[in-house]
T-cell receptor
Framework: AQSVTQPDIHITVSEGASLELRCNYSYGATPYLFWYVQSPGQGLQLLLKYFSGDTLVQGIKGFEAEFKRSQSSFNLRKPSVHWSDAAEYFCAVVETGANNLFFGTGTRLTVIP | DAGITQSPRHKVTETGTPVTLRCHQT?????MYWYRQDPGHGLRLIHY???????DKGEVSDGYSVSRSKTEDFLLTLESATSSQTSVYFC?????????????FGSGTRLTVV
């Protein structure tokens, strides 16, 4: 069965600092991988996705993620965090050829001035 | 989000009563999904639909039923609400599956069962 692990429940960073949110998946083949962001009281918005090809994926809002097959990871990064990035971030995976996303438990990001 | 509307946005109901949540889309997307979001669990799939009258169960479908009689509407029914069903419910839609734009999520329905 596929699963997604986000080991960090809550992360606090200073504005302007770099950010890395961790995501590990468990799945036999290469899955499709996603990062979503959720602002308070809102639905989820897609940041980026990986299907195949270049393992470094660029997304919206200056985010990027790198797929590392050897580590079964898809970590999200941003070189300089802005106060507006404070939100909850979800990693998600789907079995190749299927349409149902499985989500991690999320990482809440707090940005301090 | 534009093109997908959930109603109601908030609801408080009593244990044992039936509750129906509505998801309405104007995008003509084939796939529709219902998720619930709970602290420490992320989002979990309840049911999904891959066409009119075509639905299937997700990982947490017990106590829930769905119907899709039109492309634009996907209804989630709690047959007899329990306190464990207090949650935030999200509807999502997708067009050609995940290789397209992926999922578009609604703004959620916060349901409290007392």
């Amino acid at each position: 069965a596929q699963s997604v692990t986000q080991p960090d429940i809550h992360i606090t960073v200073s504005e302007g600092a770099s950010l890395e949110l961790r995501c590990n998946y468990s799945y036999g083949a290469t899955p499709y991988l996603f990062w979503y962001v959720q602002s308070p009281g809102q639905g989820l918005q897609l940041l980026l996705k990986y299907f195949s090809g270049d393992t470094l994926v660029q997304g919206i809002k200056g985010f990027e993620a790198e797929f590392k097959r050897s580590q079964s990871s898809f970590n999200l990064r941003k070189p300089s965090v802005h106060w507006s990035d404070a939100a909850e971030y979800f990693c998600a995976v789907v079995e190749t050829g299927a349409n149902n996303l499985f989500f991690g438990t999320g990482t809440r990001l707090t940005v301090i001035p | 989000d534009a093109g997908i509307t959930q109603s109601p946005r908030h609801k408080v109901t009593e244990t044992g009563t039936p509750v129906t949540l509505r998801c309405h889309q104007t995008e003509n997307h084939r796939y529709m999904y219902w998720y619930r979001q709970d602290p420490g669990h992320g989002l979990r799939l309840i049911h999904y639909s891959y066409g009119v009258k075509d639905t299937d169960k997700g990982e947490v479908s017990d106590g829930y039923s769905v119907s899709r009689s039109k492309t634009e509407d996907f209804l989630l029914t709690l047959e007899s609400a329990t306190s464990s069903q207090t949650s935030v419910y999200f509807c999502a839609i997708s067009d050609s599956g995940l290789r397209g734009r992926g999922y578009t999520f609604g703004s959620g329905t916060r349901l409290t069962v007392v």
